[in-house]
């Protein structure tokens, strides 16, 4: 059974950093992709960052790039979301998701299976 697990939420500043993490279990191969995705209140679940198996290539929606940074460490199945210079409208709940193949994808109905979610909340 496939189970992602995240962590590293949390209530920051405007300007702060949090890093967020997604640890992997239950997969019979090693060669799948990850993306983050967020959703605040209101709105429709969307794209953050994804990187492929190789972790090599990196994409990120517009707005965060240069403040976030993706990356994974295969030996541990773990996923990392760095996010620095944090925003207000970086307010959601953060989910990390996998789909059994090696490349990456922008779009939440490529993804096979979901972490429960983690709240970040960046406010004075």
């Known amino acids: 059974q496939v189970q992602l697990v995240e962590s590293g939420g949390g209530l920051v500043q405007p300007g702060g950093s949090l890093r967020l993490s997604c640890t992997a279990s239950?997969?019979?191969?090693?060669?799948?992709?990850i993306g983050w995705f967020r959703q605040a209140p209101g709105k429709e679940r969307e794209f953050v960052a994804a990187?492929?198996?190789?972790?090599?290539?990196?994409y990120y929606k517009d707005s965060v790039k240069g403040r976030f940074t993706i990356s994974r460490d295969n030996a541990k199945n773990t996923v990392y979301l760095q996010m620095n210079s944090l925003k207000p409208e970086d307010t959601a709940v953060y989910y990390c998701a996998a789909r059994e193949r090696p490349d990456y994808s922008d779009s939440v109905y490529d993804y096979d299976y979901w972490g429960q979610g983690t709240q970040v909340t960046v406010s004075s």
């Open positions: 239950g997969f019979s191969r090693d060669d799948y992709g």
């Open positions: 990187l492929t198996r190789s972790g090599r290539f990196t």
